[in-house]
């Protein structure tokens, strides 16, 4: 019973995403903004809010921002901006189901760690920034909740492979409205969690009490 509805959710993802527009993955080099329209000057000043995004993310201090030098490089986001696109997704506000339209831009990797570098933010060859342990693979196992249609399958797996570094998806199990899924990641599962900052996905608990299962995640409405 379990194979033949994973193989039917597997069916109607590939129907669905034949269907749906792709988007940027959700990445550490990537972030999504709410704006209000499509006009240049808000598009300039989302660039810097998603590259702040990125900046804090990479660098793991908030506070990183309020420097004078990063809010000076937060400024010409344009200049590392790789590429960006709108999106709209469906929210419910008031019982009325809206659409929220949001940019996701993605950031040239190269030099947003040549960025970090020159402000001192990391330290070492940025060629090698990554310590030799997080280039390693592994595989680890996700509860995700909230997956209560093949649409939120779809979405689901669609952002975890999109993600730089998802190197495959497993589905292994499912259970009322979750899914059990087997990652292979590059790098420790703390990075990727720290990654799912935008799309879908998010983080419930990074460390359940649950023997096999290595975190839990659930899906955004």
């Not at 929220?100 to 060629?127: E, K, M, P």
Request: charged share 15%; aromatic share 4%.
């Amino acid at each position: 019973m379990l194979a033949a509805a994973l193989r039917c959710l597997a069916a109607t993802l590939l129907v669905l995403v034949v269907l749906s527009p792709a988007r940027a993955g959700s990445s550490l080099y990537s972030a999504q903004v709410p704006v209000n329209s499509q006009a240049e000057a808000e598009r300039a000043e989302a660039l810097k809010s998603a590259l702040a995004q990125v900046v804090i993310k990479l660098a793991g201090d908030s506070a990183v921002v309020t420097k004078p030098a990063v809010a000076k490089a937060i400024a010409n986001a344009s200049r590392y901006v790789q590429q960006y696109q709108y999106v709209q997704d469906p929210v419910t506000d008031a019982a009325q189901p809206q659409m929220r339209l949001s940019l996701i831009a993605q950031f040239d990797r190269n030099a947003v760690d040549q960025l970090l570098h020159d402000l001192g933010l990391v330290h070492g060859d940025t060629n090698s920034a990554q310590p030799v342990a997080e280039a390693q693979s592994g595989s680890y196992r996700v509860w995700v909740s909230g997956v209560n249609s093949a649409e939120d399958y779809a979405r689901l797996v669609g952002s975890l492979s999109r993600n730089e570094l998802v190197h495959s998806v497993q589905a292994e199990q499912a259970r009322g409205d979750g899914v059990q899924l087997k990652l292979d990641v590059t790098g420790p599962l703390s990075r990727l969690l720290e990654s799912l900052t935008t799309g879908p996905v998010h983080v419930l608990n990074a460390q359940p009490p649950v023997e096999g299962v290595d975190a839990l995640l659930g899906m955004q409405p």
